[in-house]
């Protein structure tokens, strides 16, 4: 079962680029690689999601390396409402993620 | 476009009750998964319902059971509470069981067991 670690918390400056880093040395072959956000007393929300190099929708960039043993999501000039838990999911080896437990993922503070 | 609905928002049971929680999901969607969610910690998978029947499920209980009726929409039953049962109980919606399918989230019951 792949196992993923990310940063327990991060910290930023509005208006920064952010960078989240997440380990998933374990990955298999067939997964792919989805981050959720969530805010306070609200269930996770889809961001985005990937198997190589890189995608790019209207809120987020995920990058992967060949290796697919980790990942990056980037959150482009980060706002105040950015204030979230960020959550890396892969999958659990059938080449899904709908049965892997979040983890505790990244807690992101953004700082007027 | 009605989005997941939950009910209630919050309940409140003492330890040996049982529990009815209740999710309609996204318009269009036929799949529905269970998650619970404690202080300080990540959704963990509980089961998914597709086509009335319980297509997964995660390392919980028999306490645990639920039920999804034809119109998708799913409950969560929970006998025999434990003051460990208090948690953040999340339901989501998703176009079939396609493990890499979109999950689409309610805002949760919260559940305090005494």
């Known amino acids: 079962l792949a196992k993923t670690t990310q940063p327990i918390s991060m910290d930023s400056y509005e208006g920064q680029e952010v960078n989240i880093t997440c380990s998933h040395n374990?990955?298999?072959?067939?997964?792919?690689i989805t981050w959720y956000q969530q805010f306070p007393s609200q269930g996770p929300r889809f961001i985005i999601q990937?198997?190589?190099t890189k995608v790019t929708n209207e809120v987020a960039s995920l990058f992967i390396p060949a290796d697919r043993k980790s990942s990056t999501l980037s959150l482009p000039r980060v706002s105040l409402s950015d204030t979230a838990v960020y959550y890396c999911l892969v999958g659990d080896g059938t080449g899904g993620y709908q049965k892997v437990t979040f983890g505790t993922g990244t807690k992101l503070q953004v700082i007027p | 476009d009605a989005g997941v609905t939950q009910s209630p928002t919050h309940l409140i049971k003492t330890r040996g009750q049982q529990v009815t929680l209740r999710c309609s999901p996204k318009?269009?969607?036929?799949?529905v998964s269970w998650y619970q969610q404690a202080l300080g910690q990540g959704p963990q998978f509980i089961f998914q319902?597709?086509?009335?029947?319980?297509?997964q499920r995660g390392n919980f209980p028999d306490r645990f059971s639920g039920h999804q009726y034809p119109n998708y929409s799913s409950e969560l039953n929970v006998n025999a509470l434990l003051l460990g049962d208090s948690a953040l109980y999340l339901c989501a919606s998703s176009l079939g069981t396609d493990l890499d399918e979109k999950l689409f989230f309610g805002s949760g019951t919260q559940l305090s067991v005494l």
């Open positions: 319902y597709y086509e009335e029947e319980e297509r």
């Open positions: 318009s269009g969607h036929d799949t």
């Open positions: 990937g198997y190589k």
């Open positions: 374990n990955i298999a072959t067939n997964d792919y």
